[in-house]
């Protein structure tokens, strides 16, 4: 069974950059799915951006050529790295951000994600 630990949250001001990580242990099959969502204190859990195993990529549109999704994956698929670039970020990127895993081709539909993490927290101040 696949899990999945987020790291690299905290605070930072408004225009900083921040990488989020997420270490997955067990088996992610070869046509994985990964990706990140985002929650914000009264609001639903949102895509934020996903990657497959073709290396297709997806980002929801406020995130567009602020952040980049990367993953690397052991050869044994047994490990693998998720990573969330984050850059110029803004007040309105605070919330939880969770990784997710499942199978498939590059989406951000929160239902088709199956496996989730525990969160890691980002603040951003103005």
């Known amino acids: 069974q696949v899990q999945l630990q987020e790291s690299g949250g905290g605070p930072v001001q408004a225009g900083d950059s921040l990488r989020l990580s997420c270490a997955v242990s067990g088996y992610i099959y070869s046509s994985y799915l990964m990706g990140w969502f985002r929650q914000a204190p009264g609001k639903e859990r949102e895509g934020v951006a996903a990657?497959?195993?073709?290396?297709?990529?997806?980002?929801?549109?406020g995130v567009k050529g602020r952040f980049t999704i990367s993953i690397d994956t052991a050869q044994n698929l047994l490990k693998a790295t998720v990573y969330l670039q984050m850059n110029s970020l803004k007040p309105e990127d605070t919330a939880m951000y969770y990784c997710?895993?499942?199978?498939?081709?590059?989406?951000?539909?929160?239902?088709?994600?199956?496996?989730w993490g525990q969160g890691t927290q980002v603040t951003v101040s103005s």
């Open positions: 990657i497959d195993s073709d290396g297709t990529t997806v980002y929801t549109e």
């Open positions: 997710a895993a499942s199978r498939g081709i590059a989406t951000i539909a929160l239902d088709e994600f199956r496996t």
